[in-house]
């Protein structure tokens, strides 16, 4: 099972913001898509999800192409998170979970048992088990990421976009996560990060974006050179690599 891009393009006005992008994450990977600022990272993401449609190029998910699919059949291939969800209803985190279902439900029906299995299994997996009932408004912004990313999991999706899920969170809980997300096999995760150390440590493998294109694509130790660093990032780094869970990043300042 695998989502792939086939010569994506989104252009904004006249600006082209992905550029002929061709990549794929496939079940038990975990892909980190980073770059600059501005890059086109969360651009990609969206059109990766569908969320966005591209100019040019498409996405499939297998060999189906999902701008022919419905929403509902959408949903039921890939989960999404955007960054900083907001919502004007005053909804329980249970509620906000319970919207990962709306894909496997009639349109007037009710919540069934296997949907309250599977919010409360995704509420147990983020540890927010006692925090169901909560009112989604008094939530810390680190709760409220914990929160969405239950929502997808009770989704059921076998694919799942996520864009900065590890905003708010402190270092723990980021770590945490992201292991969380590491340890779903049976998923294929594309995640967009800011964090570069984050990534080397939990992601299996990593995309670099540079003016919407992919710059490097492969395991963190083959990517995230000093080179690619330094003509990418603008930074100077030096890099110790142990393997895929030990790589470390020394900052030396910017070039």
Same mark, same amino acid.
């Given at each position: 099972?695998?989502?792939?891009?086939?010569?994506?393009?989104?252009?904004?006005?006249?600006?082209?913001?992905?550029?002929?992008?061709?990549?794929?994450? @496939?079940?038990?990977?975990?892909?980190?898509?980073? +770059?600059?600022? +501005?890059?086109?990272?969360?651009?990609?993401?969206?059109?990766?999800?569908?969320?966005?449609?591209?100019?040019?190029?498409?996405?499939?998910?297998? =060999?189906?192409?999902?701008? /022919?699919?419905?929403?509902?059949?959408?949903? /039921?291939?890939?989960?999404?998170?955007?960054?900083?969800?907001? *919502?004007?209803?005053?909804?329980?985190? &249970?509620?906000?979970?319970?919207?990962?279902?709306?894909?496997?439900? #009639?349109?007037?029906?009710?919540?069934?048992?296997?949907?309250?299995?599977?919010?409360?299994?995704?509420?147990?997996? %983020? =540890?927010?088990?006692?925090?169901?009932?909560?009112?989604? /408004?008094?939530?810390?912004?680190?709760?409220?990421?914990?929160?969405?990313?239950? /929502?997808?999991?009770?989704?059921?999706?076998?694919?799942?976009?996520?864009? =900065?899920?590890?905003?708010?969170? !402190?270092?723990?809980?980021?770590?945490?996560?992201?292991?969380?997300?590491?340890?779903?096999? =049976?998923?294929?995760?594309?995640? %967009?990060?800011?964090?570069?150390?984050?990534?080397?440590?939990?992601? *299996?493998?990593?995309?670099?974006?540079?003016?919407?294109?992919?710059?490097? @694509? #492969?395991?963190?130790? &083959?990517?995230?050179?000093?080179?690619?660093?330094? !003509? %990418?990032? #603008?930074?100077?780094?030096? %890099?110790?690599?142990?393997?895929?869970?030990?790589?470390?990043?020394?900052?030396? #300042?910017?070039?």
């Amino acid at each position: 099972m695998s989502l792939t891009a086939h010569h994506l393009t989104w252009k904004a006005r006249s600006r082209t913001i992905v550029d002929r992008v061709s990549l794929s994450v @496939d079940a038990g990977e975990v892909l980190g898509i980073l +770059g600059p600022n +501005g890059s086109g990272k969360t651009s990609l993401l969206r059109c990766l999800g569908g969320i966005t449609e591209a100019s040019s190029g498409t996405v499939t998910f297998d =060999e189906q192409i999902l701008g /022919r699919l419905g929403g509902r059949q959408r949903s /039921r291939r890939i989960a999404f998170v955007g960054q900083n969800p907001t *919502t004007e209803v005053d909804l329980t985190v &249970a509620d906000v979970v319970a919207l990962g279902r709306i894909p496997h439900r #009639g349109r007037l029906s009710g919540l069934s048992e296997a949907d309250r299995v599977a919010i409360c299994s995704a509420l147990d997996r %983020v =540890e927010l088990a006692n925090f169901a009932d909560r009112r989604w /408004r008094t939530l810390s912004g680190g709760e409220k990421q914990r929160t969405q990313l239950a /929502r997808a999991f009770a989704q059921e999706a076998p694919v799942m976009l996520l864009d =900065e899920p590890t905003n708010h969170l !402190d270092i723990r809980s980021q770590l945490q996560l992201m292991r969380l997300i590491r340890e779903s096999p =049976e998923k294929a995760t594309a995640v %967009v990060l800011h964090d570069i150390q984050l990534a080397a440590t939990i992601c *299996t493998r990593i995309a670099v974006i540079d003016r919407g294109r992919v710059v490097a @694509d #492969g395991a963190p130790e &083959a990517v995230l050179t000093t080179g690619l660093l330094a !003509d %990418v990032f #603008g930074i100077s780094a030096d %890099v110790v690599s142990g393997g895929p869970d030990s790589m470390m990043l020394r900052y030396v #300042g910017v070039v």
